[in-house]
């Protein structure tokens, strides 16, 4: 685990910047804990911050800018919210009813029919029979 330390000047020369700086290195790291603590001397008051984190994993996502049309991003992220829906009418986790490269292969090749779906990776007999109308449906609604 790694650590690092901010010092949050109070001043509004000061304020500001020390903010972004802490808040852009909180975006690109896990968090693991944290501690703030105020401190105050004859010259400055400040906020001391320690931060515990891991570097990022690299994101496995799916959608890549260079990957997706605008258009297969709309049906991608429209087929993200049927999943969750599905997922919890379920009570199933999200990955259990299509991973997000299968919902990307579906938003590039834009089945119609229950035929269709032998083109798309990851879904057999099962997963076609359970899904694939609704999918279709979703799509033609898009």
């Not at 972004?20 to 790291?29: A, E, K, T």
């Not at 001397?41 to 605008?70: C, G, H, I």
């Not at 258009?71 to 993200?80: G, M, R």
Request: proline share 2%.
């Amino acid at each position: 685990m790694n650590i690092k330390v901010f010092n949050i000047r109070l001043d509004k020369e000061h304020c500001q910047e020390d903010q972004n700086r802490m808040n852009q290195f909180l975006d690109s790291v896990e968090i693991k804990l944290t501690s703030t603590n105020f401190v105050t001397t004859t010259t400055v008051d400040f906020w001391s911050a320690v931060v515990f984190y891991e570097p990022k994993k690299e994101s496995k996502s799916a959608v890549n800018d260079t990957e997706l049309t605008f258009e297969e991003k709309k049906i991608y992220f429209a087929l993200k919210k049927w999943r969750s829906d599905k997922a919890q009418q379920l009570m199933l986790p999200h990955y259990m009813i299509c991973h997000n490269s299968e919902l990307v292969s579906i938003a590039i090749k834009k089945p119609q029919s229950l035929e269709d779906f032998k083109t798309v990776k990851g879904f057999g007999e099962n997963k076609t029979a359970n899904y694939g109308d609704d999918i279709i449906s979703l799509l033609n609604a898009l």
